[in-house]
């Protein structure tokens, strides 16, 4: 492979489906069509309607990013994922910060289960900023923080880390492209940026080196979600 195609990023869009009902989340990704190839499922959704959801989903044609992020003990982790697995879905999250050897366990259960299963690591919320992680007793710069669980991700086994589009260059850096990367707290320009505290545009993450960028609020909550989608791909295109 040539080093320019080594290099060659590539990012596609995953909607956040954090929709109160399954009648308006299943209307909206009719409208969307084949515009749309990922849906991110959240607790939202899958606490109210369960797997029967997903199916739903899939049987649409959409690949599933399953966004649980477990955080139990190893055992209890590693069993969620052995039922998780056998459902449609293409990404799961687990939050890094549940440990090595949580991580470890989860690796394994996923590798059992589905071995086509991207497990994807959770390191610091985009809705944290170094205030709210110094009211829980974290001091540690968010950088540090996050290379910290990067570094234990990789020593676990796991090759997929969820983290803010601000953090991707230097994850780069540090771990070339052992992992892929998914990136919430996107907003394209003039969209309000809510509860999300470190916020990057389409454009600007998959610039940066994400390989999914995700977005919720700006295509769901917007008047026309199609145009906003298209709008989206369009910003991503240099970059697919
Ligand atoms: O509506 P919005 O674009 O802010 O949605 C972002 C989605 O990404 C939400 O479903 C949220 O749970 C998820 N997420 C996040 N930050 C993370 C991991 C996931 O915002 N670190």
Redesign the pocket.
């Known amino acids: 492979m040539t080093t320019e195609l080594k290099s060659k990023k590539n990012c596609q869009l995953i909607l956040?489906?954090?929709i109160e009902e399954k009648g308006d989340a299943l209307a909206l990704l009719e409208k969307a069509g084949e515009e749309l190839d990922w849906v991110?499922i959240?607790?939202?959704m899958f606490t109210k309607y369960g797997p029967e959801y997903v199916r739903d989903i899939a049987s649409l044609g959409k690949k599933i990013f399953l966004?649980l992020?477990l955080h139990d003990i190893p055992n209890t982790v590693a069993k969620a994922i052995q039922s998780v697995a056998a459902l449609p879905i293409q990404m799961l999250?687990i939050h890094t910060c549940g440990g090595k050897e949580m991580m470890e366990r989860a690796v394994e259960a996923q590798q059992k289960a589905n071995p086509e299963l991207q497990l994807l690591g959770?390191?610091?919320?985009?809705?944290?900023d170094i205030q709210s992680l110094k009211l829980i007793g974290i001091e540690q710069p968010i950088p540090n923080r996050v290379n910290t669980l990067a570094s234990l991700a990789k020593e676990s086994g796991m090759n997929g880390l969820?983290?803010?589009s601000h953090e991707v260059v230097a994850l780069k850096q540090a771990f070339h492209d052992h992992f892929t990367l998914?990136?919430?707290?996107?907003?394209p320009a003039g969209s309000a940026?809510?509860?999300?505290k470190r916020v990057m545009t389409p454009f600007k993450a998959a610039e940066a080196g994400s390989n999914y960028i995700?977005?919720?609020?700006?295509?769901?909550?917007s008047e026309d979600p199609v145009a906003i989608i298209r709008k989206v791909k369009g910003d991503l295109s240099d970059f697919q």
Not at 182 to 187: D, E, H, K, L
Not at 216 to 221: D, H, L, M, T
């Open positions: 956040a489906l954090d991110k959240g607790l939202q966004d992020k999250t959770v390191t610091v919320l985009t809705s944290m969820v983290c803010s998914v990136t919430p707290g996107i907003r940026d809510g509860d999300q995700v977005v919720g609020r700006p295509i769901y909550g």
